[in-house]
């Protein structure tokens, strides 16, 4: 903590804005993973991820890599195939590695759902992903032009608290 920093207590309320959830996580995408990660541990102190690899039916991949520094997941992305347009359309350009992606943040809970659906109906957004996991976890991604990346909502299952329980932490 820094003396004399009044710093608010956080308090979530779905209902009041996309933005009124538990801010938890930044994601980047890639189009070259061991560049990115590179970058990650050479220049911002990460020593070691979480790796997630999943080849999917239709023939795509998705790859990630996710770290906690302090109480903030860093996820790298990097897709490629059908389907996969959410992070295809936002990689980076002119010989960039990375690009920021989407905010990722926390949902409590069924009535905290509720509040964001509610939310999401009313703001009018596009929404461009949902999936609904029994035993994993619930989430929505949410397109915000306005802020140039996506919001990404999250009501973890056990499967998926097992996932950010096991994520190195720097």
């Not at 389907?83 to 960039?96: A, H, Q, R």
């Not at 802020?147 to 994520?167: F, K, V």
């Amino acid at each position: 903590m820094i003396a004399g920093l009044n710093r608010p207590a956080p308090i979530y309320d779905p209902g009041k804005g996309l933005l009124h959830n538990d801010h938890f996580q930044v994601a980047y995408v890639t189009d070259d993973l061991e560049r990115a990660v590179a970058v990650f541990r050479e220049r911002f102190g990460v020593g070691s991820f979480r790796e997630s690899d999943a080849e999917l039916e239709s023939g795509a991949t998705i790859r990630l890599r996710v770290a906690w520094i302090g109480a903030m997941a860093y996820e790298i992305i990097c897709a490629t195939g059908p389907g996969m347009e959410l992070y295809t359309e936002w990689l980076p350009e002119n010989g960039s590695v990375l690009r920021h992606h989407h905010f990722g943040f926390l949902v409590a809970d069924e009535p905290s759902w509720a509040a964001l659906e509610r939310e999401i109906a009313r703001a009018g957004v596009r929404v461009r992903k949902r999936s609904d996991t029994p035993g994993f976890g619930r989430t929505v991604y949410v397109e915000v032009p306005e802020l140039g990346h996506c919001l990404e909502y999250i009501m973890p299952g056990p499967g998926l608290l097992e996932r950010l329980n096991a994520t190195p932490a720097w």
